[in-house]
């Protein structure tokens, strides 16, 4: 095997910190890893998100603390704009606890 050599890569990685790369970026790994050959475009299929998460980890994915911060105030907000309003918040929000309590 040779070895390949990526050119650019800090430009799509931005202002990410050291070791931190897109979600969407870590779902390609997973997949190459795993030999998955289906893609995960459109609608979020509930149902396979603990077998998804299971993978990640399995190859050392994680979500970094300052994600589940920032996660954790945007759903302490939501919540307060809720109850302010009487509005039910989005649906996704019971994904992100669930996320936030599998780390």
């Not at 302490?76 to 669930?98: I, K, M, N, P, S």
């Amino acid at each position: 095997g040779g070895t390949t050599r990526v050119v650019g890569l800090q430009n799509c990685l931005g202002n990410l910190d050291r070791n931190v790369i897109h979600a969407c970026h870590a779902g390609a790994l997973v997949h190459y890893l795993e030999g998955w050959s289906h893609h995960e475009t459109g609608a979020v299929d509930p149902t396979a998100l603990d077998m998804v998460w299971s993978k990640a980890r399995k190859h050392g994915f994680n979500i970094p603390a300052s994600t589940t911060s920032a996660i954790a105030r945007h759903q302490h907000c939501l919540r307060r704009q809720e109850e302010a309003t009487g509005r039910q918040g989005r649906h996704y929000e019971d994904a992100l606890d669930a996320a936030l309590h599998a780390v």
